[in-house]
Nanobody, 129 residues
Framework: QVQLVESGGGFMQAGDSLRLSCAAS????????MAWFRQVPGKEREFVALISWSGGSTYYADSVQGRFTISRDNAKNTVYLQMSRLKPEDTAVYYC??????????????????????WGQGTQVTVSS
């Protein structure tokens, strides 16, 4: 089992920056691919970013490419999402997710909710204009 706890959410203004953290515990976290998803009321949970177990590969949703950066510190069992130039449409509950195994299969990146095995409780990010 892996436990994930997100933190760092808050109320921001458009253009601000914010860093989210996901603290992991349980089974060896370094063997898991990690990802961030986000969800707003009434909509499906959507992929934001992922990072391989080594941290050597990352992949982003088009909507956040160039603005968000995912990283991980396996020594601290923590994955981060650095968000910059925030937009009101970034408002959502952000979830950390873990997948046992690779971050992709061939050319397919694991960006679907069902691809992930463990989830955090979420942290709210609100961006006002």
């Amino acid at each position: 089992q892996v436990q994930l706890v997100e933190s760092g959410g808050g109320f921001m203004q458009a253009g601000d920056s914010l860093r989210l953290s996901c603290a992991a515990s349980g089974r060896t976290v370094s063997t898991y691919s990690m990802a961030w998803f986000r969800q707003v009321p009434g909509k499906e949970r959507e992929f934001v970013a992922l990072i391989s177990w080594s941290g050597g590969s990352t992949y982003y949703a088009d909507s956040v490419q160039g603005r968000f950066t995912i990283s991980r510190d396996n020594a601290k069992n923590t994955v981060y999402l650095q968000m910059s130039r925030l937009k009101p449409e970034d408002t959502a509950v952000y979830y950390c997710a873990a997948r046992l195994g690779t971050h992709l299969s061939g050319s397919y990146y694991y960006t679907a909710v069902h691809d992930y095995d463990y989830w955090g409780q979420g942290t709210q990010v609100t961006v006002s204009s």
